[in-house]
């Protein structure tokens, strides 16, 4: 299967393994969690439920909000955005494709990640800047080569 070989490489490189999932998260987490500890891994543009996003974290996963995170019921939003530790919180826009609703151009793009940010500040009771000092501290962790 693909997937057990991009975690295999993930580990044998020691470089951390982005996840894009839709679906299927039963599977990803047994086989996350065979892959035992010292895995470093993203949970990308990740839309689940708190639930599943709990399990991931149990794990050591990072997660990634991207705008279409937004399109949830502000209760459902607010506690899946809280749950994240801020260690391991991450936003994007996952351009061009999944726009929030506030982007108004055919195509998602790049700047729309300030906007993007400011919502999930405004949900953790932070500013933008410290939030995007945070995250950004959260990227330089993860993508560093650890070897």
Avoid at 121 to 128: C, K, M, N, Q, V
Wanted: proline fraction near 3%; aromatic fraction near 8%; hydrophobic fraction near 40%.
């Amino acid at each position: 299967m693909a997937f057990q070989w991009q975690i295999d490489l993930a580990k044998e490189a020691d470089l951390p393994l982005i996840v894009h999932l839709v679906g299927h998260y039963e599977l990803a987490e047994r086989m996350l969690r065979a892959a035992g500890s010292g895995l470093r891994f993203v949970m990308h543009s990740f839309a689940g439920s708190y639930e599943v996003a709990d399990r991931f974290l149990e794990l050591g996963a990072h997660i990634s909000f991207s705008g279409s995170v937004l399109r949830k019921k502000t209760e459902v939003l607010e506690r899946l955005v809280n749950l994240v530790p801020q260690n391991r919180l991450l936003c994007e826009t996952d351009s061009p494709d999944q726009r929030p609703d506030f982007w108004r151009q055919e195509h998602n793009e790049p700047v729309a990640l300030r906007q993007i940010g400011q919502c999930f500040a405004d949900i953790r009771h932070t500013s933008l800047e410290e939030l995007s000092h945070k995250m950004y501290n959260n990227c330089n962790l993860l993508f560093a080569k650890k070897s």
